[in-house]
C-alpha cells in the first residue's frame, strides 16, 4: 500500500447519489445504517484519539485551587476539586483517553465524608502534610510525592489532620472508562463516616518491606492488598536500580508500582509509574496505545508529544494520548528529574488492545512542530 488512492482498494469508497440517500433515509428511519458510510471513520488504519496533548501548569493552577477552599464548603461539593479537562474531551470530563485526573484541596482540619463507586481512583500528593485517607476500614497517612490508591469498589473518605496547612492532591480515577462501560454505581456510606482500625498504615506495616506475610489467609482480592507507597523508598528505589541498570531507552530509568502479591499492576484498570531522568537525559521517542497522565515530581525538563514541546518542572502534569510519539528530556545538567504516572495500560494489556512502536524514520526523535 504507498499512495492513499491505494489505501482506498478494499476499504468503503461509495459515492452518494439521490438513490442511496433516499435508502439512507428509509433505513434511518428504523434505527439502522450502511455500514460503508462510516466503516473508515470507525475502524482508523491506526488510532485517532481526540484527545491532544496539553500540560496544565501547578504555578497556575494552585491559585485557583486555593480559591476554591473559601468559596465552597467540602460538605456540599463532596469533593473539592478542580479537574483537568482534555479540550478533545470535555464531554467526558477526562484529562486524557479514558482517564481523569484532578487536584483536590483540603483545609486544616477538614474531614470529607466516606462514599464508594464502580470506579477506581489514586492519588498522589502535591503538597501539605497531614493529608489522610481511610480505605476499607484502614487509615492511611500520605505526604508530599506519596502515591495511594483507592481501588474500586472500596469505602473511601479523607481529610487532612495539619492545623496549618491545606493539602492539594492530585486524583487520577478511570471514570471515564467506567462510564463508557455503562458500568458506573456509587453509594454514600450508611453511616456518613468509617471506623477505622486502631493501627495507622497497616497495609504498609504488613505488605511494604517486600516480604508477604505467611501461613495466614491469602490475599484474593483482584487489586494491591498496599495501598501506599511512600516517596522516599520509592525514590531510593529508583536510585538504586540507576545504578545497577541503563534503563530503558524511551523512559529512562522506570518502575511500575506493583501488587506485591502478584507483581502486576496495582489495580485491574489502572497502572502507576515512576520514572527517573538522568541529569541531561534526553530519551528516544516511542509510541505505544494507552493513555498516560504525567506528573513533574522532581526537576524541570520537556516532553516532546506529537511533535510538540512541553517544558515542565515539579507538580505540572501533562497527558500522552494513545498511540502520540513520545520523548523526554531533563533539562538540568546536575540533577536527576522524577516523573510520576497513571496508565491505563492493564486494560489495554488484559484485553490484548497493547502495542508499542520505537521511533526509527529519520532517527530516534521525532521532528518537532515549528
Ligand atoms: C472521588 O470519589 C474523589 O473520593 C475524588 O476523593 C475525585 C472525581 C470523580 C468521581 C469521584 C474522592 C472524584 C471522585
Not at 499492576?265 to 521517542?285: E, I, K, S, Y
Amino acid at each position: 500500500m504507498s499512495s492513499d488512492e491505494d489505501r482506498r482498494i478494499g476499504r468503503a469508497r461509495v459515492r452518494d447519489n439521490p438513490e442511496l440517500m433516499a435508502y439512507y433515509d428509509e433505513l434511518a428511519k428504523l434505527e439502522a445504517g450502511a455500514l460503508w458510510t462510516v466503516a473508515n471513520e470507525i475502524e482508523p488504519w491506526y488510532p485517532q484519539p481526540k484527545s491532544v496533548p496539553v500540560l496544565w501548569r501547578y504555578e497556575e493552577l494552585r491559585p485557583l485551587v486555593q480559591r476554591a477552599l473559601p468559596l465552597v464548603q467540602a460538605d456540599d461539593a463532596g469533593r473539592r476539586v478542580v479537574m483537568l479537562v482534555n479540550p478533545g474531551r470535555r464531554e467526558l470530563s477526562a484529562a486524557v483517553g479514558l482517564l481523569y485526573t484532578g487536584l483536590q484541596i483540603m483545609g486544616p482540619g477538614e474531614a470529607m465524608t466516606a462514599h464508594r463507586h464502580q470506579a477506581a481512583a489514586l492519588r498522589f500528593v502535591h503538597e501539605g502534610t497531614g493529608a489522610w485517607t481511610v480505605v476499607d476500614g484502614q487509615k492511611l497517612r500520605v505526604g508530599p510525592r506519596d502515591f495511594a490508591i483507592t481501588p474500586n469498589n472500596t469505602w473511601h473518605e479523607h481529610g487532612n489532620e495539619a492545623d496549618d496547612a491545606p493539602v492539594i492532591w492530585q486524583d487520577g480515577l478511570d471514570i471515564p472508562l467506567v462510564n463508557a462501560l455503562d458500568a458506573g454505581f456509587y453509594e454514600v456510606h450508611p453511616e456518613l463516616y468509617q471506623r477505622p482500625g486502631a493501627v495507622v498504615n497497616s497495609s504498609l506495616l504488613s505488605y511494604g518491606a517486600n516480604l508477604l506475610p505467611y501461613g495466614v489467609e491469602k490475599w484474593t482480592r483482584p487489586y494491591s492488598p498496599l495501598l501506599g507507597w511512600p516517596w522516599e523508598p520509592s525514590y531510593q528505589a529508583l536510585c538504586a536500580l540507576a545504578r545497577a541498570s541503563e534503563g530503558s531507552p524511551f523512559d529512562g530509568v522506570i518502575m511500575e508500582y506493583t501488587n506485591p502479591v502478584t507483581g502486576g499492576p496495582v489495580m485491574p484498570t489502572m497502572g502507576a509509574h515512576l520514572q527517573l531522568l538522568r541529569p541531561g537525559q534526553a530519551t528516544a521517542a516511542h509510541r505505544h496505545t494507552g493513555s498516560v497522565v504525567y506528573t513533574a515530581a522532581k526537576g524541570r525538563g520537556v516532553s516532546v508529544i506529537a511533535g510538540r514541546r512541553f517544558a515542565w518542572q515539579q507538580g505540572d502534569i501533562f497527558c500522552v494520548p494513545s498511540w502520540a510519539w513520545h520523548e523526554h528530556e531533563n533539562l538540568d545538567r546536575s540533577e536527576d528529574a522524577c516523573l510520576f504516572s497513571f496508565n491505563d495500560f492493564p486494560v489495554m494489556r488484559s484485553l490484548g488492545l497493547y502495542r508499542e512502536e520505537a521511533h526509527t524514520d529519520g532517527g530516534a526523535h521525532q521532528p518537532v512542530l515549528p
